[in-house]
């Protein structure tokens, strides 16, 4: 089996986990098992699964897994229905759309919350003693069963919670210890697990444990997306191949023109302390496999296509003088350079409009740019659109004329892939790696200088100024995304298990 690791399937995905769910799919596309493997305990899976098209079928999770579950069918369970609400003892009263109180002689005595994107399921339960003070909550999976059951101590602060099966047995503790003013798990014990019960201390203990028995049970390649998982993918022993995938860059200075020294801290030990622990390392492009190699003595660096391109279905409805950014909202993103840039546009061309597609991360770059745009009198042109279903971006990018991208650095960029699929020019800045190999200045967008406002405003009114001219970038914009099909990647990964066997099993 092919395991690609990853802390979870969210309700609000990263590339890293677009790029995983994309390589899921197609190992699938061309009869290869493989599956998701996940370690955060999620009881609303079901719901983020179906939001990116999987099923439980392409995911093991860690939880789930103990838990005995994994092959549970979906339940609706609505809180007016459940058995655990003994309709002839208590009252349920609604309060509004997100919760439900239940009343004993005319006492709350719990509360129901209703699962996230559902109308009145059940997704946990708050249970009070008669000073209302919450002493325990039930949590529902989305499938409809009692997944585990959190207790609190009498000053509120959380106790043991308890995982259970279908039929309600124990099979996962934690215990958690108020340490130095500050509430953490102490241990995880596995009860009953294969006839005895089992301690760690941490929950990555917990998880190196899980890979280890997958990959004692049949032939395994786990596959790493997340740096976060590096020591915890590094312990698996016996697995036929271990790989760290790099969807970032590695370098600290993404700007500098030849190759750096300086590693990231975040990878500080995967470069040093567990290199020889993976069989090497997958990066997007052939640069930052070069640069590399240059400096590391890995046991292979391999270049394969962080995603692919779809099937083009050319948009007949186009407002070129829609510009969008598509991605998270961060400081390593630059978006107030976004707004910069877009304010000279709209001074030359006063017709164009912005849209923002993504999450604020921290909440703060949102409110700045925000008060950036009221200070250049653009509210009226420039809408925050948050994070949207693949189905929205797809209609937002068939509607757009052009991407702007200010990343401080992009090992490869998806969204400028995906604007490209999608006959989407693209200015960016010319940073490492992955955008000096999907955008051709002149061609299908303009790579200029970091931090460059200026450059980058006249780059994108020669794009925009003249239909023909923007007919002449968005074709090509479709032809270069060809070079990323699915074929294509899959024929990366082909050749390259030919000089590397454990890359992934056939």
């Given at each position: 089996?092919?395991?690609?690791?990853?802390?979870?399937?969210?309700?609000?995905?990263?590339?890293?986990?677009?790029?995983?769910?994309?390589?899921?799919?197609?190992?699938?596309?061309?009869?290869?098992?493989?599956?998701?493997?996940?370690?955060?305990?999620?009881?609303?899976?079901?719901?983020?699964?179906?939001?990116?098209?999987?099923?439980?079928?392409?995911?093991?999770?860690?939880?789930?897994?103990?838990?005995?579950?994994?092959?549970?069918?979906?339940?609706?369970?609505?809180?007016?229905?459940?058995?655990?609400?003994?309709?002839?003892?208590?009252?349920?009263?609604?309060?509004?759309?997100?919760?439900?109180?239940?009343?004993?002689?005319?006492?709350?005595?719990?509360?129901?919350?209703?699962?996230?994107?559902?109308?009145?399921?059940?997704?946990?339960?708050?249970?009070?003693?008669?000073?209302?003070?919450?002493?325990?909550?039930?949590?529902?999976?989305?499938?409809?069963?009692?997944?585990?059951?959190?207790?609190?101590?009498?000053?509120?602060?959380?106790?043991?919670?308890?995982?259970?099966?279908?039929?309600?047995?124990?099979?996962?503790?934690?215990?958690?210890?108020?340490?130095?003013?500050?509430?953490?798990?102490?241990?995880?014990?596995?009860?009953?697990?294969?006839?005895?019960?089992?301690?760690?201390?941490?929950?990555?203990?917990?998880?190196?444990?899980?890979?280890?028995?997958?990959?004692?049970?049949?032939?395994?390649?786990?596959?790493?997306?997340?740096?976060?998982?590096?020591?915890?993918?590094?312990?698996?022993?016996?697995?036929?191949?271990?790989?760290?995938?790099?969807?970032?860059?590695?370098?600290?200075?993404?700007?500098?023109?030849?190759?750096?020294?300086?590693?990231?801290?975040?990878?500080?030990?995967?470069?040093?302390?567990?290199?020889?622990?993976?069989?090497?390392?997958?990066?997007?492009?052939?640069?930052?496999?070069k640069e590399i190699i240059k400096y590391y003595d890995?046991?292979?660096?391999?270049?394969?296509?962080?995603?692919?391109?779809?099937?083009?279905?050319?948009?007949?409805?186009?407002?070129?003088?829609?510009?969008?950014?598509?991605?998270?909202?961060?400081?390593?993103?630059?978006?107030?350079?976004?707004?910069?840039?877009?304010?000279?546009?709209?001074?030359?061309?006063?017709?164009?409009?912005?849209?923002?597609?993504?999450?604020?991360?921290?909440?703060?770059?949102?409110?700045?740019?925000?008060?950036?745009?009221?200070?250049?009198?653009?509210?009226?042109?420039?809408?925050?659109?948050?994070?949207?279903?693949?189905?929205?971006l797809d209609e937002a990018l068939d509607n757009a004329?052009?991407?702007?991208?200010?990343?401080?650095?992009?090992?490869?960029?998806?969204?400028?892939?995906?604007?490209?699929?999608?006959?989407?020019?693209?200015?960016?800045?010319?940073?490492?790696?992955?955008?000096?190999?999907?955008?051709?200045?002149?061609?299908?967008?303009?790579?200029?200088?970091?931090?460059?406002?200026?450059?980058?405003?006249?780059?994108?009114?020669?794009?925009?100024?003249?239909?023909?001219?923007?007919?002449?970038?968005?074709?090509?914009?479709?032809?270069?995304?060809?070079?990323?099909?699915?074929?294509?990647?899959?024929?990366?990964?082909?050749?390259?298990?030919?000089?590397?066997?454990?890359?992934?099993?056939?």
């Amino acid at each position: 089996m092919n395991y690609f690791v990853n802390e979870n399937i969210f309700t609000l995905n990263s590339g890293t986990e677009f790029s995983a769910i994309k390589r899921l799919k197609m190992f699938k596309n061309h009869q290869v098992e493989a599956k998701i493997l996940t370690k955060n305990y999620n009881p609303q899976l079901s719901g983020d699964l179906k939001r990116v098209d999987l099923t439980h079928d392409d995911v093991i999770n860690m939880y789930d897994y103990f838990q005995e579950v994994m092959n549970v069918p979906e339940k609706d369970v609505d809180v007016r229905y459940t058995e655990k609400i003994d309709k002839r003892k208590y009252h349920i009263e609604g309060i509004d759309a997100n919760e439900s109180l239940i009343k004993h002689a005319g006492q709350t005595i719990a509360k129901v919350l209703i699962a996230p994107a559902t109308v009145g399921l059940v997704g946990s339960m708050e249970f009070n003693d008669s000073m209302n003070h919450v002493i325990a909550k039930d949590i529902w999976d989305r499938r409809g069963f009692l997944s585990s059951t959190q207790y609190f101590h009498p000053d509120g602060t959380l106790g043991p919670q308890i995982f259970f099966d279908i039929n309600g047995t124990p099979k996962l503790e934690i215990t958690h210890m108020n340490i130095q003013g500050i509430l953490n798990p102490t241990m995880y014990k596995l009860l009953n697990y294969k006839g005895k019960n089992r301690r760690f201390n941490r929950e990555e203990e917990l998880f190196s444990f899980f890979m280890n028995e997958l990959a004692g049970q049949e032939p395994s390649v786990f596959i790493n997306d997340r740096p976060s998982l590096i020591s915890a993918v590094a312990s698996i022993k016996g697995a036929v191949g271990k790989w760290q995938f790099l969807h970032n860059s590695h370098s600290k200075n993404n700007q500098q023109a030849g190759a750096s020294r300086l590693v990231v801290d975040y990878l500080q030990n995967l470069f040093t302390v567990y290199k020889n622990s993976f069989d090497g390392l997958i990066v997007p492009t052939a640069q930052q496999k070069k640069e590399i190699i240059k400096y590391y003595d890995f046991k292979h660096v391999i270049a394969l296509t962080d995603t692919f391109s779809k099937k083009i279905k050319k948009s007949l409805l186009r407002d070129r003088n829609k510009i969008v950014y598509v991605g998270r909202l961060s400081v390593e993103k630059k978006p107030a350079d976004v707004v910069e840039i877009f304010a000279e546009v709209h001074r030359r061309l006063p017709e164009t409009s912005l849209d923002f597609y993504g999450y604020s991360s921290p909440l703060d770059v949102q409110k700045d740019l925000e008060k950036l745009i009221e200070a250049n009198n653009l509210k009226n042109v420039v809408k925050f659109k948050g994070y949207q279903s693949r189905k929205a971006l797809d209609e937002a990018l068939d509607n757009a004329g052009l991407l702007l991208n200010t990343s401080e650095g992009e090992a490869f960029g998806m969204n400028v892939l995906e604007a490209l699929n999608h006959g989407v020019p693209v200015v960016a800045y010319k940073v490492k790696y992955g955008l000096s190999e999907q955008i051709e200045d002149g061609k299908n967008g303009y790579l200029v200088p970091y931090g460059a406002i200026q450059a980058a405003s006249n780059s994108i009114v020669e794009i925009l100024e003249s239909e023909e001219n923007w007919e002449k970038f968005s074709n090509y914009s479709y032809e270069k995304s060809k070079e990323y099909n699915e074929e294509a990647v899959w024929s990366q990964w082909l050749n390259e298990k030919v000089n590397a066997e454990s890359l992934f099993i056939k």
